[in-house]
């Protein structure tokens, strides 16, 4: 009688050959993976983001990033998180007026750098806590100023809607190709129909060209001024 065919036992190394697996990468954490999140928003826009695309970026399974985040909304707002924690808190001044307009005006260029993220702050569904910090500091020197909390509110608001508004106009996720419909629009606007308009526009916007900073400094001296409009507001 022949004797059995002889079975060796299976050999670990063979053990799913021919199925590619993707192991988690060693090191990962949800502070790279919202640093590579936000590197390819910065690079690619907004609507990349996804689970998959930031596995690709950082050479892993998607699922190994459900281990850190718990999905794409997550981990949007650990990207928000970690950007508004690098907004200016603590700036040099002698002044509430010197404090707020050093800290509005660097919070302004700084966000020129992340335009992106004003685009989600606007939908009114995500906000980062780590900003909590500039707005108290804000609030701090308004109040210490003198004015009330409804009016040092107000003022804050004024203020950050003048700097949310600039950027979101002079800074374009992506230039417009010109000439832009817009461009053209402007361009021929008649001077008979629009005349101020029309008048503005041909002196064009001269030698200045920080009217944010303009318009901030006349908001501060607005508001902080003992005749401002704000002490009709009362407490």
């Given at each position: 009688?022949?004797?059995?065919?002889?079975?060796?036992?299976?050999?670990?190394?063979?053990?799913?050959?021919?199925v590619?697996?993707?192991r988690?990468r060693?090191?990962?954490?949800?502070?790279v993976?919202?640093?590579?999140?936000?590197?390819?928003?910065?690079?690619?826009?907004?609507?990349?983001?996804?689970?998959?695309?930031?596995?690709?970026?950082?050479?892993?399974?998607?699922?190994?990033?459900?281990?850190?985040?718990?999905d794409r909304?997550a981990?949007?707002?650990?990207?928000?998180?970690?950007?508004?924690?690098?907004?200016?808190?603590?700036?040099?001044?002698?002044?509430?007026?010197?404090r707020?307009?050093n800290r509005?005006s660097?919070?302004h260029?700084?966000m020129?750098?992340?335009?992106w993220?004003?685009h989600i702050?606007?939908?009114?569904e995500?906000?980062?806590?780590?900003?909590?910090?500039?707005s108290?500091?804000?609030?701090?020197?308004?109040?210490?100023?003198?004015?009330?909390?409804?009016?040092?509110?107000?003022?804050y608001?004024?203020?950050w809607?003048?700097?949310t508004?600039e950027?979101l106009?002079?800074?374009?996720?992506?230039?417009?190709?010109?000439?832009?419909?817009?461009?053209?629009?402007?361009?021929?606007?008649?001077?008979?129909e629009?005349?101020?308009m029309?008048?503005?526009m041909?002196?064009?916007?001269?030698?200045?060209?920080?009217?944010y900073?303009?318009?901030?400094?006349?908001?501060?001296t607005?508001?902080?001024?003992?005749?401002?409009?704000l002490?009709d507001?009362?407490e």
């Amino acid at each position: 009688m022949d004797s059995p065919a002889h079975t060796s036992p299976p050999d670990p190394a063979r053990r799913g050959r021919g199925v590619p697996r993707r192991r988690p990468r060693p090191g990962l954490t949800p502070e790279v993976i919202a640093r590579a999140g936000r590197e390819l928003i910065e690079r690619q826009g907004l609507d990349a983001l996804t689970m998959r695309a930031v596995a690709a970026e950082l050479d892993t399974a998607a699922t190994s990033l459900y281990r850190h985040v718990a999905d794409r909304d997550a981990l949007l707002l650990a990207i928000l998180e970690d950007i508004a924690s690098r907004l200016p808190v603590e700036v040099p001044g002698s002044s509430p007026k010197e404090r707020l307009r050093n800290r509005l005006s660097a919070a302004h260029d700084y966000m020129a750098e992340h335009i992106w993220v004003l685009h989600i702050l606007i939908r009114g569904e995500l906000v980062a806590r780590n900003a909590f910090r500039f707005s108290d500091a804000c609030l701090a020197d308004f109040l210490s100023a003198g004015l009330t909390e409804r009016q040092a509110s107000t003022a804050y608001r004024a203020c950050w809607h003048l700097t949310t508004g600039e950027l979101l106009n002079e800074h374009p996720l992506t230039p417009p190709r010109e000439p832009s419909q817009r461009s053209i629009a402007v361009g021929s606007v008649d001077p008979a129909e629009l005349p101020a308009m029309a008048r503005v526009m041909s002196a064009g916007r001269g030698p200045d060209h920080n009217a944010y900073l303009v318009a901030l400094d006349a908001l501060l001296t607005v508001f902080l001024s003992t005749g401002s409009p704000l002490r009709d507001l009362g407490e």
